[in-house]
Structures are given as C-alpha cells and as structure tokens.
C-alpha cells in the first residue's frame, strides 16, 4: 500500500525499488507488445489489436457484438474501433450490421473468411504468448501474475459514472 505525501503539494516519488519494478513492467510489456504485433504482422498480416478483435467476435453469440461492447472490451476509443472495424471490413473478416433496437448502434460481426483467418493466426500466437510469458514462469508466478494484473485492472476500471475511460470516449 502507498504511504500519505509528508504535505499535500509535494509529490510521492517512487523509491528506487518501485522505480526498477516499474521500469521493469514498462520494458517488458513494450517488448512483450511489439513482439505479439511484429509475429501477427508477418505470419496473419495483422497487428495484435485487430487479433484480439477478432477473438472477442468469435467468442460472441452468434460471432457478433455491439461496437461498444467491443470497444470497451478492447479499451479503446470508439473512433478507433471504428478505424480498425473499417480496415478489417476491407480485408472481409468483419462487417457492420444496423440494430433494429437503436438506430445509432452497430454491430461487429465476424465473417466466415474472418474465422478462417483466425483460426490460422492463433497457433502461432499462443506459442509466442507461451514461450514468452508462461514457459519463463513457475506456476506460483503465473497465478501471482494473474492476481497482481486484476487487482491493477480493477483500480483502473471504476463502475462510477462519468470515469473517464477511453470506450466512453
């Protein structure tokens, strides 16, 4: 837990073992990142953003969902889902459909050929998930990983309205 700044003005700095940790987490999930899109890119022709889209839609009822929903799910803004919604269209794995219950809204939906590509992306991806993350950790900490990554999610994630998070954007 963190301790109260000495005044209200002067800021908490990290101490050097917060800032090594810290420093630590920012190296390994840019180059985590960068590793999953460059092995999307060269073996699916995607970056790793349009593969987690395209998992969610497949995962859905009916392989489809709200764009907000999605775009919640990925974290992103809803002018971005759409730029990403746009160029997965282009390529025929996703098309948009109008909902009958609110004229504004759209669906996602993930077509044939998009399931076809993404049953071909993901054993590849798993196997860079798994060489780079799990095989380097003991079960212990692949389980005290997953708490750690929740508890930082949940405090990320308010339920109050008006939070300012980048799918109400």
Known sequence: MTKAPASADEPQWL???E???????VHATTLLE?????????????????YGLLVKLAESTHRR??????????KITRSRLSHAIARLEKN???????????????F???????LEVLKRAAPGHVAVVRH?????????????????????AEGL??????ADLPWLR
């Open 65 to 74: 969902l709200r764009m907000t929903e999605l775009a919640k799910y990925a």
């Open 34 to 50: 960068d590793h999953m899109d460059r092995q999307l890119q060269r073996e699916a022709g995607m970056p790793h953003i349009y």
């Open 108 to 114: 996602a939906v993930l077509t044939d050929q998009g």
């Open 19 to 25: 800032q090594r940790i810290w420093r630590s987490y």
């Open 92 to 106: 025929g794995w996703v098309r948009r459909e109008e909902c009958d219950s609110d004229k504004r809204g759209q």
């Open 132 to 152: 780079a993350v799990f095989d380097r950790l003991t079960p212990e900490q692949q389980k005290s990983l997953g708490e750690i990554m929740q508890i930082v």
């Open 15 to 17: 101490t050097a073992e």
């Open 157 to 162: 994630q308010p339920d109050e309205a008006g």
